[in-house]
């Protein structure tokens, strides 16, 4: 079965940057694109982007690029996503969710969210 | 960019039908799939319903979902309300370049 299983919570100062990975398993890494989506405290879901972890080709919302950069390891079957120069509004929980089956940009498989604080 | 909307808020009675809508702004509903997720308070979301009326493998019945042209409109429809159906659902979909979120509907089952 598909497993996505990301790292732990982080607290991180104003400026700073954070990494989170996801681990994946039970499927085909290098298949499906990994999509990064964020959840503000009592907020929705806000997108950020994706990484083919095939090619590392990525696609980030245009509200992100400049300070996200997403990154694979293949050997490993981990993405990550690093988000820099942060500020308190970026507090959220961070989760990477894998596509569907030839349509990329259908999120599907949801990891079980990181949160990360910023605050001073 | 193109947005979509849906109700803040719906409550409806255990064994009742209540249906979330989710209102493309511009560009088809047709023209890409939409997708919906459950979220309980503090899990991650779950698919309940993908490319517009399909279901995986575990949700049970009472979930559909369909698209409407003439109003540019996806919903998700749940019959037979269960207390457990209580939570945040949020539509989904895309153009080329870019994933959209709706702004998520809390469903309260009373």
């Known amino acids: 079965q598909v497993q996505l299983v990301q790292s732990g919570a982080e607290v991180k100062k104003p400026g700073a940057s954070v990494k989170v990975s996801c681990k994946a398993s039970g499927y085909t890494f290098t298949g499906y694109y990994m999509h990064w989506v964020r959840q503000a405290p009592g907020q929705g879901l806000e997108w950020m982007g994706w990484i083919n972890p095939n090619s590392g080709g990525t696609n980030y919302a245009q509200k992100f690029q400049g300070r996200v950069t997403m990154t694979r390891d293949t050997s490993i079957s981990t993405a990550y996503m690093e988000l820099s120069r942060l500020r308190s509004d970026d507090t959220a929980v961070y989760y990477c969710?894998?596509?569907?089956?030839?349509?990329?940009?259908?999120?599907?498989?949801w990891g079980q969210g990181t949160l990360v604080t910023v605050s001073s | 960019n193109f947005m979509l909307t849906q109700p803040h808020s719906v409550s409806e009675s255990p064994g009742k039908t209540v249906t979330i809508s989710c209102t493309r702004s511009s560009g088809s509903i047709a023209s890409n799939y939409v997708q919906w997720y459950q979220q309980r308070p503090g899990s991650a979301p779950t698919t309940v319903i993908y490319e517009d009326n399909q279901r995986p493998s575990g949700v049970p019945d009472r979930f559909s979902g369909s698209i409407d042209s003439s109003s540019n409109s996806a919903s998700l429809t749940i019959s037979g309300l269960k207390t457990e159906d209580e939570a945040d659902y949020y539509c989904?979909?895309?153009?080329?370049?870019?994933?959209?979120f709706g702004g998520g509907t809390k469903l309260t089952v009373l």
């Open positions: 989904q979909s895309y153009d080329s370049s870019n994933v959209v």
């Open positions: 969710a894998r596509s569907r089956l030839g349509i990329t940009m259908i999120v599907h498989y």
